[in-house]
C-alpha cells in the first residue's frame, strides 16, 4: 500500500529532519514542496537547453539514486558527501560515487585524489551510457595514482575510454589504458541498471 503525506516541506535550514525525511520515504509516494511541485512540469522541457557542465549534474545524481537502491546501500551524512564519501552499505564500507556520461565529451572521472584520498573504501564508477559499473578499493586507486603520477603533477587523471585498445601492437599494456584495466579487473559484470519507467 502506498502511503500518503500531507506534505513533503521542510525547512531547508533543518538539515537533520531533511535527512530522516528522506531515509524514511526513500521508496513512498510523497506529496513535493510547493516549489518542487512547480518545477516539475519543467523537468523534460529544460533537458534540451542545459548546458553540459548542468547534465553532469544531473547524471551525478541519477548516478548516486541508482547505486544506492541498486546495492541498498544508505546515503551519507545530512545532505551527503560531507565526510569525503556518498554512501555506506549495511557492513560500514563507505563509496565515494562517480558518474560519467557521453555529454562531456571527456574520457576523465571528475575525481580529485587529493580531495577525496583515503576518505572511502570504494571508488564506484557507473557510466551512465554504457550502463557499466566497477567497485574498485581505496588501495588499488591510491597505487594506481603513486605508479601512475607525472612529473610536477600532485595527481593522476583517471582516464576511462572503453573504445581504447588494452594492449599495444608489441602486447604491451598501454598506458593510456591502464585505468581501463583497473576498471574491468572491478567491473560488476552482473549489474542491470533499471531505467525508471514512466
Known sequence: MIKEFKSSYIEPKNRKKLFKFYLENQNEKVTLSPTREMLRPYSDLILASLDVNQVATRVGAVTEYILMNYYGWSKNGDIGNEKGYDATDKKGNKYEIKGMSYETKTHYVAYKHAV????????????????????????????????????????????????????????????????????LKYEDKNFKMLLNER
Not at 595514482?145 to 585498445?165: A, H, V
Request: with cysteine; aromatic share 12%; hydrophobic share 30%.
Open 116 to 183: 577525496k584520498g583515503n576518505k572511502y573504501d570504494y571508488l564506484s564508477i557507473l557510466h551512465f551510457n554504457e550502463k557499466r559499473v566497477a567497485h574498485i578499493p581505496r588501495e588499488e586507486i591510491n597505487k594506481f595514482i603513486e605508479q601512475n603520477r607525472l612529473p610536477g603533477r600532485n595527481t593522476k587523471s583517471l582516464r576511462l575510454c572503453f573504445k581504447d585498445p588494452i594492449y599495444t601492437e608489441l602486447g604491451k599494456p598501454r598506458k593510456k589504458s591502464l585505468f581501463l584495466s583497473l576498471f
